[in-house]
């Protein structure tokens, strides 16, 4: 199985999309200026202490206060208070902790009111994006993750992922964490990890470790609301928690971000340098690899199956529900049992898949079609687990109930992605009226006579949509685009893009830079 993952730069931020098998599995935004993402460590100050949700409101720099449970504090609290408050003094204290005295847990059952008054100082960390009208969600339990591990400060355990199963090699990582984890540190080993040797442990362990002291180090001037340690960018967290031997090539279309990509991958996996690429081709990198088309036929609210059936997915602000169709399924097999739990088995593979896709959270309900046996009912709920363990996100399952309905909960930390599949029409403005005598045909054309005869170009690309090159190269020797070589004497390169609606059009010059056309 292989695994590709293709970056595109644009002006607003990058587009990043993993391949699996050539197909789009998930689909990430990173937008330039991009704050409050999971795992960033902010100085925030205490704006309100609400004892009704036993909880305060966090100024961190985002337009709304961000919320800070009482849970959320951790046990750990009181040494990272004491420890913060000690850095702010710029007191000399130790920033690998090594001589730093804990203090004791703070009560699972206490009221933030005791613990917090307006305009308090405290180290907080994003655990989930802001979304929709809501602020960020906060947390005081720090934590610092790696490709193998994840470093957490003023603790002195040791957690091995669950997903570990052999119990010597659970043994062997155990043993190995507690003699080289620095005092005051815990460490939870990643899933990643399994089978490592101590020197990658080792570097990945020291790697972290600097992140934090460099980090306090950036706390000792820090003011309210600044950023003191930062979490990557998502094509790096996705790379440092999925990149192993089925990762194919890494395909990026912009130098800067090429070379970033490359150094990374040289400091956490030297072997897989080689297959970081930079895309070198006239056509748009999406376009290239088909992605384009895939993302508009993804992310609508009917999403066919490759058999017949077809998903209805919809939207609200308390949960997602998926209905489950068999479509011209239902004509093909006898048998109705088996044609209900074919097609729920081919469901339960693209749910999975746009879960992880639409970055889907909080509750789901899935309406599967209605089958009678017990037995296909468990195949279908151990078939769904099964397709989530690939998922990076938390999940929980429940069995199907007699109604035939599944519940999902899976984990929230930033607003679901969506596309929008609908477009304006660019020809009338969502009039429904078009003048009958434009004919975007007729203004391509009469735009290049302008750029060739008026302007002066030597070499012309117009990039539309694929129903338009097929219209203007239709017939080959005898196609419009060969009449244009022998009434202006140059060839004029058509370039496919989908992204385009139908009735859209651009013109660049030999530069790549988009020309200024007659209205």
């Known amino acids: 199985m292989s695994n590709e993952l293709i970056i595109n730069s644009t002006q607003k931020g990058e587009r990043i999309v993993l391949l699996k098998n050539k197909r789009v599995v998930e689909y990430h935004i990173e937008e330039k200026d991009n704050n409050f993402t999971v795992g960033d460590i902010y100085l925030g100050t205490v704006k309100k202490v609400v004892q009704g949700l036993n909880a305060a409101f966090i ?50 059952l206490g009221k933030i009111s005791s613990i917090f008054s307006r305009n308090n100082q405290v180290l907080v960390q994003v655990i989930k994006e802001p979304i929709s009208t809501k602020g960020p969600r906060l947390s005081c339990e720090l934590s610092l993750a790696g490709r193998y591990l994840v470093l957490v400060p003023f603790s002195s355990s040791v957690n091995i992922s669950k997903k570990i199963t052999n119990k010597e090699e659970r043994q062997r990582l155990q043993r190995l964490m507690s003699s080289i984890k620095p005092a005051n540190f815990g460490i939870i080993v990643r899933t990643n990890a399994e089978g490592k040797e101590v020197a990658e442990l080792d570097r990945d362990l020291k790697s972290l470790v600097e992140i934090w002291v460099n980090g306090m180090k950036s706390l000792r001037d820090a003011k309210p609301r600044d950023k003191i340690i930062g979490e990557m960018d998502r094509a790096s967290s996705i790379l440092r928690d999925m990149l192993n031997e089925s990762f194919d090539s890494i395909v990026v279309d912009e130098k800067t971000i090429h070379g970033d990509i490359k150094s990374y991958i040289r400091k956490i996996a030297p072997d897989k340098e080689k297959i970081v690429k930079l895309h070198a081709g006239k056509t748009k990198i999406f376009e290239h690899y088909q992605i384009e088309k895939q993302l508009k036929l993804l992310f609508g609210k009917s999403v066919s199956l490759p058999k017949g059936g077809y998903l209805i997915i919809e939207h609200t ?10 479509g011209n399924k239902s004509n093909v097999e006898q048998d109705q049992e088996n044609t209900a739990l074919n097609v729920n088995m081919e469901a339960a593979k693209e749910i999975a898949r746009q879960l992880r896709l639409r970055d889907m959270g909080g509750i789901i309900i899935i309406d599967f079609i209605d089958m009678k046996k017990v037995e296909n009912k468990r195949k279908v709920y151990e078939f769904v687990k099964e397709q989530l363990k690939q998922d990076r996100s938390k999940s929980t399952v429940l069995p199907l109930t007699k109604f035939g309905l599944m519940q999902i909960t899976r984990q929230r930390v930033r607003p679901e992605m969506n596309i929008t599949t609908r477009e304006t029409c660019a020809s009338c403005g969502g009039t429904g009226k078009v003048e009958a005598t434009i004919l975007v045909s007729d203004l391509i054309e009469s735009n290049l006579e302008y750029v060739l005869n008026k302007q002066n170009e030597k070499k012309v690309t117009i990039a539309l949509h694929p129903y338009l090159y097929a219209y203007f190269t239709k017939g080959g020797l005898m196609s419009k685009r060969v009449r244009w070589l022998f009434k202006y004497g140059r060839w004029v390169k058509l370039l496919k893009d989908s992204a385009l609606p139908l009735a859209s059009f651009k013109f660049y010059n030999r530069h790549s830079e988009e020309l200024e056309l007659q209205q």
């Open 59 to 108: 100024d961190v720099g985002y337009d709304k206060d961000a919320f800070l449970h009482y849970l959320d504090l951790g046990p750990k609290f009181s040494s990272l208070n004491t420890f913060t408050k000690d850095v702010l003094a710029k007191k000399n204290v130790p920033y690998k902790l090594q001589d730093f005295k804990l203090k004791p847990e703070i009560n699972k």
């Open 317 to 326: 602000e308390a949960l997602h529900v998926i209905d489950v169709n068999s």
